[in-house]
């Protein structure tokens, strides 16, 4: 059975992952939350008029979903990401997206950026369409949700949209 994990790994490996690479950040570099923080906040924020060279192709991703579905064109993969209103068409893309990102990112920064914008397409499919977009167990999710709310360097948006996320989790193992 293939599982679809964001490197390939079975759903109980991804927590160790996400210890491995969150951790390392803090020992190899004192301000590496820091610079975490400001790359997916640079990433969220990111629209059709901002620089491909700063976000590293993020922006391009962009320009073809709104070409599909029509986004006001001031609007920023945070919107698409944390809003309701955005189609499944349009999640399932980003988050297929973020998965090919997360394993080529040679950074730990990109990487850890590329895995939180792959979870929160998965949490706004979950809340905002009733759909589960990956093979990965509720009970991993659930962990994997707590695991990004823990996160220093998380803005406060994504940690609810996590923490609900969570709970709709929960309620989906009972």
Not at 82 to 109: F, V
Request: charged share 30%.
């Amino acid at each position: 059975m293939k599982t679809d994990s964001i490197l390939g790994l079975d759903p109980k490996r991804i927590a160790r992952l996400f210890g491995i690479t969150f951790d390392s950040d803090n020992q190899e570099n004192g301000n590496s939350d820091e610079v975490t923080a400001e790359y997916l906040q640079a990433c969220l924020a990111a629209t059709v008029t901002t620089d491909t060279q700063v976000m590293g192709g993020w922006p391009g991703i962009i320009r073809r979903l709104r070409g599909d579905n029509g986004h006001d064109p001031e609007q920023t993969l945070g919107d698409v990401l944390t809003r309701p209103g955005s189609k499944l068409s349009t999640i399932r893309k980003i988050r297929r997206y973020a998965k090919q990102r997360a394993s080529r990112e040679s950074s730990e920064a990109e990487r850890s950026v590329a895995i939180t914008i792959y979870f929160t397409a998965i949490a706004n499919a979950l809340l905002f369409h009733g759909v589960k977009i990956t093979t990965h167990p509720y009970e991993s999710l659930e962990t994997s949700f707590g695991m990004l709310i823990a996160k220093r360097w998380m803005p406060a948006e994504l940690s609810e949209l996590f923490e609900k996320a969570r709970r709709a989790c929960k309620k989906m193992r009972r």
